[in-house]
Structures are given as C-alpha cells and as structure tokens.
C-alpha cells in the first residue's frame, strides 16, 4: 500500500486513524519523490510472480499528489512491466477533489476507486467533515456523479461507527438505491482512545461501534441481501465468508490465520508491517536503503505474521467459528478472554453472532457452487422455505411442535395467537 501524500489529507474525519501520523514526520514535505517512485515501480514489478499486478494508492488523500504524479506513475509501470503483464491500480479517496480531468484518466487508465461513504446524508456527515468542521456529503456525492458519468469503476467503502451502526438499513439502500454500487466495503471502527495515535491501551473513544453493533448491522445487511441481492450487489464481507465456507482460503487478511502481506510504504520509502501499524516499532526499512523484496521477507516482517496464529487465545482456539474468524485482526485485540487471557478481539461479540447466524445460508449457497449452480438461487430456496414455514404456522395445532423449530408446542411459542 503506498502513500505518496503521507497523512496529508484535505478532510478531518473524527475517527481517522493514520492523520496523527503527520508528527512521524516533522518538517517533511509529504510528497513522493520521482526517484522514490521509480525505485518503488522497479522492485515492485520485479518481485512479482504473478501475471496481475494491482499497485494500491492511500492516504491521507492521494489526489492531492497532483494528477502529473499519478500519469507519471503509470508511464513507469508501462515502461517496468514485463511481458504479458497486465498491472492495475486501485486507488482509496474521499472523493471531494475529483474533477472530469481526474475522472477522465481514471477512466483511460482502468483505475479502480474505493470512496469513503458513510451512508446517507445525516450519517456521512456525523464525523466525515473537512478541516474547518464542516460537512463533506454533497461534496463526495458530486465526486459520485462525475466518476458515474465518466464510467469509472468504483466501490463504496462504508466505516460502521457509533452514528451508522443504530442504521444498517438506511445505510445499505442508500448505497443499492440512490447510489447505485453494486460493492461496498463495512469496516468497522474501533478507535484507540490515547494521545499517541498508535495501537496501544485497551480504551475505545465514543465513536466506535461495539461489537455488538457491528454484529447486529452486518447481520441486518445479511437478512436484506441475501433474500433479493444475491449476484447484483457484492459485499465484501459476505464474498469474502462465502469463499471460505466453499473451502478457499479467506480473501482477507483479517480472516487469515496468519498475515503480514500488506506492507504500508510512506511518502519517504520507509516500510511498516501494515497500514494499522505505522509506528516506529513496526518500521522494517527504508526502501531506499534496502530492496523491497527483502524487507517483505525479512525475519521481523514474518514474524509479524505469525503472531497473528500465535497469540490468540484458547477462547478462540476453542471457538465455533474460528475457521473464519481467526481472531480477527490484531489491532483490536484488546480484550480479556472471559477466563482472563488477554488477546481477545473487541469485536469478538459481533464476529460470533455474525457468522453463526450465516452459517445456514452459507452453506446453502456453498452447496449451489459445488452443484455449479450460481449462489443467487439461494434466493428461490429462501422464499419456498418461507412460503412453506408461512403455511405451516396457518395449519398448526395448539399442541403441535411449534414451526419455528424452538422444540416447544405451538401454544407455548404463540399461546395467545390460536
Ligand atoms: S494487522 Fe490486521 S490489517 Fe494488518 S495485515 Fe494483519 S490482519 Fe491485516
Ligand atoms: S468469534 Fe470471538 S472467540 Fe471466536 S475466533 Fe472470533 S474473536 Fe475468537
């Protein structure tokens, strides 16, 4: 993940975890130099095994490079790539300094754009605000409406914080209905409440959702899609379950078992474990003195990722759906298990309720695949059970077994409705 801006940002999101990341950098211009990025495009391609490359830009905001900087970059990944390598670009932004000029090299250059989108107006604009505390929400959806005029490939990137979480609904129809993605992204946010700005305490300011919350909205956001939005609207986390209860490896590095593959480079060539790791204790080097395949490699980095499997606790160990959560990531892992160990996630709560709630569904739909039928029909099976469930509940008798599957009689479940 590259950062050519560093932490500079035109906007002030109350919650954002990397602008504190400013004082790293004392008296630093913040820009990526040439030669930088020369070096980087070099090694980068070079390291590669694969025939897709995808060079991902964040922030801070990464426009306010300039769009020189961006052509710039990919003449130079024309110029490195090797033979019948196709390289794509994936860029994070806040869309508020999109222009057509923006849009329309985007557009020539396949750029895939993630925007930050908290939802519908009132809950964009709770904590996404600019530099002078004012709301940022006409601004992105301006942002919105050149990349769809220009036809430029984007996702929503959704933060479920303290204001969003009460509202999993309003927010995923506005994202399906008015904004008209097909992918969105929910991230939550569990924000350490400290002076530092790095991973340390065990407090969460006010602005973060529980886990309880996160569970409660991303199994609200299930209920809806997976009875009318399977196959047109894509979310990333239901993708990234299905996968793996189909038996693939999660495509997402919190889900992981081990990870440490997601280096973030600053403006200045130094290297750091993650991007929820930049701190001093997490630096590995500086591009510029040591080549990037070495630092990826190198026994820090590592065993970075393998603590990861290493530290979780044997409440996880033990638990249910470890095969998909694995803990999570370990940025959050800062609770105590509930006989005393520590390393438990703080979204622990929403992970389980999340996944066991999904696991009929997903194997239901995991089934269709191994069938070579697309998951979408889930959505015909889900409708017959509930017309049938419908009728079973109209036909039953007092003393019959309840239809709902709670193993009481029907009187017992909804004694005062017959
Ligand atoms: S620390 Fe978290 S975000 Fe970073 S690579 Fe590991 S799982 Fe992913
Ligand atoms: S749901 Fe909780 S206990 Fe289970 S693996 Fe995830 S964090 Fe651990």
Redesign the pocket.
């Given at each position: 993940m590259l950062k050519p801006r560093g932490a500079i940002c035109n906007l002030d999101c109350r919650y954002c975890f990397f602008l504190s990341k400013e004082r790293l950098y004392p008296n630093s211009t913040f820009r990526m130099s040439d030669a930088l990025l020369e070096a980087y495009t070099r090694q980068y391609i070079a390291a590669q095994r694969v025939p897709e490359v995808t060079f991902a830009w964040q922030g801070g905001e990464p426009t306010l490079m300039g769009l020189d900087f961006f052509r710039r970059a990919v003449e130079l990944q024309k110029q490195y790539a090797k033979p019948g390598m196709t390289i794509h670009n994936a860029l994070q932004t806040n869309a508020t300094t999109l222009d057509d000029a923006w849009c329309e090299f985007f557009r020539a250059n396949n750029f895939l754009l993630g925007v930050s989108l908290d939802g519908p107006r009132d809950l964009h604009d709770a904590y996404r605000v600019d530099k002078g505390g004012a709301p940022t929400f006409d601004r992105v959806m301006r942002g919105i409406e050149l990349l769809k005029q220009h036809r430029v490939e984007f996702n929503i990137l959704t933060t479920v914080h303290a204001a969003n979480a009460p509202h999993p609904l309003d927010a995923y129809r506005f994202f399906r209905d008015e904004v008209g993605t097909q992918f969105i992204q929910f991230i939550p946010i569990v924000e350490r409440d400290n002076a530092t700005g790095f991973q340390e305490g065990d407090q969460v300011t006010a602005r973060s959702v529980t886990g309880k919350q996160y569970g409660d909205f991303l199994i609200a956001v299930f209920d809806e899609w997976v009875r009318r939005d399977v196959g047109r609207v894509f979310v990333q986390i239901f993708d990234v379950a299905l996968g793996v209860w189909s038996g693939e490896p999660a495509a997402l590095c919190i889900f992981t078992e081990t990870c440490g593959d997601a280096l973030a480079m600053e403006h200045n060539g130094d290297l750091f474990a993650c991007d929820h790791f930049v701190e001093p204790r997490f630096k590995l080097g500086n591009l510029g003195e040591t080549p990037l395949i070495e630092i990826v490699a190198s026994p820090q980095q590592r065993q970075f990722g393998r603590d990861k499997r290493d530290t979780l606790p044997w409440?996880?160990r033990e638990?249910s759906?470890?095969f998909i959560?694995?803990?999570?990531c370990p940025k959050d892992r800062i609770l105590k298990t509930p006989d005393g160990e520590p390393g438990?996630?703080y979204l622990?709560a929403g992970?389980?309720t999340f996944?066991t709630h999904i696991d009929q569904p997903m194997q239901t739909m995991a089934r269709l695949l191994d069938e070579q039928r697309p998951p979408a029909d889930i959505m015909l099976v889900l409708a017959r059970q509930e017309v049938e469930l419908e009728r079973a509940f109209k036909t039953a008798g007092r003393n019959d077994p309840c239809p709902c599957g709670s193993g009481k009689k029907f009187k017992q479940c909804h004694g005062s409705k017959k």
């Amino acid at each position: 993940m590259l950062k050519p801006r560093g932490a500079i940002c035109n906007l002030d999101c109350r919650y954002c975890f990397f602008l504190s990341k400013e004082r790293l950098y004392p008296n630093s211009t913040f820009r990526m130099s040439d030669a930088l990025l020369e070096a980087y495009t070099r090694q980068y391609i070079a390291a590669q095994r694969v025939p897709e490359v995808t060079f991902a830009w964040q922030g801070g905001e990464p426009t306010l490079m300039g769009l020189d900087f961006f052509r710039r970059a990919v003449e130079l990944q024309k110029q490195y790539a090797k033979p019948g390598m196709t390289i794509h670009n994936a860029l994070q932004t806040n869309a508020t300094t999109l222009d057509d000029a923006w849009c329309e090299f985007f557009r020539a250059n396949n750029f895939l754009l993630g925007v930050s989108l908290d939802g519908p107006r009132d809950l964009h604009d709770a904590y996404r605000v600019d530099k002078g505390g004012a709301p940022t929400f006409d601004r992105v959806m301006r942002g919105i409406e050149l990349l769809k005029q220009h036809r430029v490939e984007f996702n929503i990137l959704t933060t479920v914080h303290a204001a969003n979480a009460p509202h999993p609904l309003d927010a995923y129809r506005f994202f399906r209905d008015e904004v008209g993605t097909q992918f969105i992204q929910f991230i939550p946010i569990v924000e350490r409440d400290n002076a530092t700005g790095f991973q340390e305490g065990d407090q969460v300011t006010a602005r973060s959702v529980t886990g309880k919350q996160y569970g409660d909205f991303l199994i609200a956001v299930f209920d809806e899609w997976v009875r009318r939005d399977v196959g047109r609207v894509f979310v990333q986390i239901f993708d990234v379950a299905l996968g793996v209860w189909s038996g693939e490896p999660a495509a997402l590095c919190i889900f992981t078992e081990t990870c440490g593959d997601a280096l973030a480079m600053e403006h200045n060539g130094d290297l750091f474990a993650c991007d929820h790791f930049v701190e001093p204790r997490f630096k590995l080097g500086n591009l510029g003195e040591t080549p990037l395949i070495e630092i990826v490699a190198s026994p820090q980095q590592r065993q970075f990722g393998r603590d990861k499997r290493d530290t979780l606790p044997w409440y996880c160990r033990e638990c249910s759906v470890r095969f998909i959560c694995n803990g999570g990531c370990p940025k959050d892992r800062i609770l105590k298990t509930p006989d005393g160990e520590p390393g438990l996630n703080y979204l622990c709560a929403g992970f389980k309720t999340f996944f066991t709630h999904i696991d009929q569904p997903m194997q239901t739909m995991a089934r269709l695949l191994d069938e070579q039928r697309p998951p979408a029909d889930i959505m015909l099976v889900l409708a017959r059970q509930e017309v049938e469930l419908e009728r079973a509940f109209k036909t039953a008798g007092r003393n019959d077994p309840c239809p709902c599957g709670s193993g009481k009689k029907f009187k017992q479940c909804h004694g005062s409705k017959k």
